[in-house]
């Protein structure tokens, strides 16, 4: 998030962000969300508690969300409907693609052996950063981050990101905020035609959604000139939206990744 914090700073942009329970410098088991509203009150709490300081409170507040990130980012907009002034959405996390939806069948049994178990760690973390992220000097600082986590995954975090996944994408349609989300066309993380949904089922007046051909999952990990396409309109979309004043944008970053 190093970079997206300071582009967005020299356009003149105030950025916060915080690591979700289990991940980056935050306490409790590496990786385990044991609930996922707990994430979603954690990141209400202190992101409202910024927007009410002082210097902030005549400020546009935008959402800013990427892969997990944007269902974070969907979840706070669903709780406070009214409260934030739109979202920025990269690749986000809203719908299991269907050929990678399991049977009903296999989600009760996850259900029934997270009941016993939940931070069982058995589903393996496949290492696909070479195909997520151009970049190969952002791959060599991912690599050597040790506040990201490698392990298994453990049973009760992929059971609530699939129930908040399921959740989001029977429920498009109560997402009213403007919003730019914003996907790779060859992303192998989140299939673009569920950004493309989003757009759709939304019930925004005012939503954007762009594809950027032959882009990955890391939007803002790509090379030269395409990293900066993909700044240049999400700070064209904000500008527009916040008058081109100074605004306050609140970022709930990527699963694993500390905050800017």
């Not at 002034?85 to 259900?111: E, F, N, R, T, Y």
């Not at 690599?143 to 986590?149: D, G």
């Not at 066309?185 to 051909?213: C, H, N, Q, W």
């Not at 500008?239 to 609140?250: E, I, Y």
Request: glycine share 6%; hydrophobic share 40%; net charge neutral.
């Amino acid at each position: 998030m190093r970079d997206t914090a300071s582009r967005l700073v020299r356009a003149g942009y105030a950025i916060y962000g915080v690591d979700h329970e289990g991940h980056g410098r935050s306490s409790g088991l590496r990786c385990y969300i044991p609930n996922f509203g707990d994430v979603i009150d954690d990141c209400s709490s202190y992101f409202k508690s910024v927007c009410d300081k002082p210097e902030n409170r005549e400020k546009k507040r935008f959402l800013y969300g990427i892969s997990m990130g944007g269902s974070v980012a969907l979840l706070l907009h669903r709780k406070e409907p009214a409260y934030w002034d739109g979202a920025v959405l990269l690749a986000p996390m809203c719908k299991i693609s269907d050929d990678m939806k399991p049977h009903p069948v296999v989600v009760s049994v996850l259900k029934m052996v997270c009941a016993v178990a939940p931070s069982w760690r058995i589903i393996p973390t496949p290492d696909i950063l070479d195909k997520v992220c151009k970049d190969p000097e952002m791959r060599k600082q991912i690599r050597s981050n040790p506040y990201i986590y490698r392990g298994k995954i453990p049973l009760k975090t992929c059971h609530e990101l699939l129930m908040v996944s399921l959740d989001i994408e029977k429920n498009l349609h109560e997402v009213t905020l403007p919003f730019l989300v914003l996907h790779g066309g060859d992303d192998i993380v989140t299939d673009p035609t569920v950004s493309k949904m989003l757009f759709e089922e939304a019930s925004s007046r005012d939503k954007a959604f762009k594809l950027y051909p032959g882009m990955w999952h890391a939007l803002s990990a790509e090379l030269p000139p395409d990293a900066d396409l993909v700044y240049s309109d999400i700070i064209s979309w904000l500008d527009q939206r916040a008058n081109r004043a100074t605004c306050g944008a609140n970022v709930s970053e990527n699963i694993g990744t500390a905050s800017a």
